[in-house]
């Protein structure tokens, strides 16, 4: 077993990145002294920089972008608070919010956090079932959404939200238990001079995902998210100065850490993302300068440029490998991994040819990108950084608040998620299984104590949290996963093999879209794939196949040699053998997908299990 602490950093002199906060005096950070919890913080930035502009949000009545000072928040949340007070809700009562990320969600946050509610935040994109399991769980007495017709999905469902006594909508019918946000506020709220929460008081109760089973509710304390969103701060600093876009669900524990409060930390502007259809233009109007993004955002950035270049003349072709080359050798020598070469003499011509013009379609602004949540493939990570965007790549969970990890712009190993963060500890078991130990380190599970004795360990007065990952740590201190202990298929013949790796060599394919490994006990590997329609099409025009038979042998023989040429890296077991082509994307709706865009492997392997039995009759089956 090998650790890292703070007691042992002779062992790994490299754990910690350069402190970011220290390196610069100008910056307006609030730490944890000054702010003990979250609407504390809340209250402190407002004292600092009561008339800056705090969120810029679309205002679809005004069509145009409308700017929100602190000030005007603060006015807000005293509404807020005194209609809370007003409905009978009191310190430890659950309020849910299914609502887009927008100022009205902030302004719900704190009013709430104010009082000693506890925040429960739902997925807009969620299934009503999903929905109405988690206010049911966490017997939630308010919720908040954008319209009364999605209450009306919630409720028709088999699930008991007998729990919710009062339904806030923006638009739609009201009456019973639902009431208009317009007549449930006051006109003008009450100053509350000391909130009536501690830093150990529970916050919010984060449901996670449920790729394996019914989601399960992550308490979380103030110190727990306010204590990471410090630390992070410490690693990779957000200025005064800086500009976000958010568009990741303010449910999504990364957004509402890094986007939301390290954010108001660091009295950083947020612009809010009208909708991920309208990513890229938004991209272009704010112009931000950092973003917070989950890998499969870059990643279907990455396929385009590569599909594009593809239609493209070789001169074209050329100038973006040359430029992707130095731009590569560049960042090399910057990170102290390489010495000078000639050809950067070139670096700033290649990147006013490619590289600006690759960043322009992205806001021509960005300093780096946040990545989490999921695997960020070295090819894509290394293409962005190569063209003059750092991807930072980052781990945690949301039982860790989330972060445990992250690149720096001045050390970036795509390989890795990048070195601890500040007061967070780390120790590697027998089996390889990363346990982490800190203030960020949740609770528990809501109302489920088998599952929090199963995922946190007590050893004296310490407490660990078993991640379910596999991780390794190298001399240098960056942390690097090798793969989840339970994500592993055993084959007939006893090999054993990481599916998401598989995976995530597959899709560097821009051909296909999504990907899921099958062949669990069986002899060889399949695939089930959904494929990027549009290429797909250009591959069957080309070939004179029907887009109509995605049984075709031909097809599938063309599929798979594309999946063998991702795959020269992996043993000849590892091989996949088959595929069946999914006719339609798998989404939230489908039950196919978390909310956070993972896979389901149960659900899918239910789905199509006739189609898994079909790719192996008459094949042997391995019976344990």
Request: charged share 20%.
């Amino acid at each position: 077993m090998s650790t890292v602490s703070p007691t042992n950093n002779e062992h790994f002199p490299a754990q910690y990145p350069r402190d970011a906060l220290a390196a610069d005096a100008s910056l307006d950070t609030i730490n944890t002294q000054e702010a003990c919890t979250l609407d504390e913080l809340f209250r402190e930035r407002v004292r600092r920089s009561n008339n800056k502009i705090a969120y810029t949000q679309y205002n679809d009545e005004l069509q145009r972008w409308q700017d929100y000072s602190w000030a005007h928040l603060a006015s807000q949340v005293e509404r807020w608070q005194v209609a809370f007070r007003a409905s009978g809700l009191e310190k430890g009562d659950r309020v849910a919010i299914c609502y887009r990320n927008s100022v009205e969600w902030v302004v719900f946050d704190q009013a709430a956090l104010r009082l000693g509610l506890v925040v429960v935040p739902l997925y807009t994109a969620d299934r009503a079932d999903n929905i109405a399991y988690v206010i049911g769980n966490s017997g939630s007495k308010l919720v908040l959404f954008a319209q009364s017709e999605l209450w009306q999905q919630v409720s028709a469902t088999d699930e008991d939200t007998a729990c919710v006594e009062l339904v806030l909508v923006f638009s739609g019918d009201t009456g019973g238990l639902v009431k208009s946000v317009d007549d449930w506020l006051p006109e003008h709220g009450q100053h509350f001079e000391r909130g009536v929460a501690g830093p150990d008081d529970l916050a919010s109760i984060v449901y996670t995902s449920g790729t394996t089973g019914r989601p399960k509710g992550v308490m979380l304390s103030h110190k727990n998210m306010l204590s990471n969103a410090y630390s992070g701060m410490r690693s990779v600093a957000l200025k005064p100065s800086d500009r976000l876009l958010s568009f990741l669900p303010l449910s999504h524990t990364l957004e509402r850490t890094v986007g939301y409060y390290a954010s108001m930390m660091s009295g950083a502007s947020v612009f809010y993302n009208r909708s991920i259809k309208q990513l890229s233009e938004d991209l272009m109007h704010t112009q931000p300068t950092v973003i917070i993004s989950v890998p499969r955002i870059f990643e279907r950035v990455h396929n385009q440029i590569h599909s594009g270049l593809a239609e493209q003349s070789a001169l074209k072709q050329w100038l973006f490998k040359t430029a992707s080359n130095i731009g590569w050798r560049r960042f090399q020598v910057q990170q102290g991994l390489q010495s000078w070469h000639p050809s950067l003499v070139f670096a700033g011509l290649f990147d006013a040819l490619v590289g600006k013009t690759v960043r322009a379609k992205l806001g021509g602004n960005l300093d780096y990108v946040i990545v989490g949540g999921a695997p960020l493939t070295q090819e894509v990570a290394k293409t962005f950084i190569a063209l003059g965007l750092p991807l930072l790549q980052g781990y945690g969970l949301t039982e860790s608040s989330p972060i445990v990890s992250v690149n720096t712009k001045a050390q970036n190993r795509p390989d890795s998620i990048g070195m601890l963060l500040r007061g967070v500890q780390v120790k590697i078991m027998d089996n390889d299984e990363l346990w982490v130990k800190g203030d960020n380190v949740m609770q528990g599970y809501w109302q489920n104590q088998d599952a929090t004795q199963k995922a946190i360990v007590v050893e004296g007065e310490e407490r660990w949290l078993r991640t379910g990952d596999r991780a390794a740590i190298g001399s240098d201190g960056f942390l690097r996963i090798i793969g989840r202990i339970k994500d592993i298929l055993v084959l007939a013949n006893g090999e054993k093999v990481p599916p998401p790796d598989i995976e995530a060599a597959i899709v560097r394919n821009p051909i296909f879209e999504q990907v899921m490994v099958v062949g669990e006990g069986k002899s060889f590997l399949s695939a089930l794939v959904v494929c990027n329609e549009k290429l797909l099409g250009q591959v069957c025009e080309h070939k004179g196949w029907s887009m109509n038979d995605l049984d075709a042998a031909p097809l599938k023989d063309y599929l798979i040699t594309c999946i063998s040429e991702q795959m020269d890296d992996f043993p000849g077991y590892a091989k996949i053998r088959k595929v069946h082509i999914c006719p339609e994307e798998w989404t939230v709706e489908s039950g196919l997908l978390t909310p956070t865009l993972k896979i389901k492997r149960p659900k899918i392997m239910q789905y199509f299990a006739d189609t898994v039995d079909a790719l192996y009759a008459g094949h042997g089956v391995h019976k344990s």
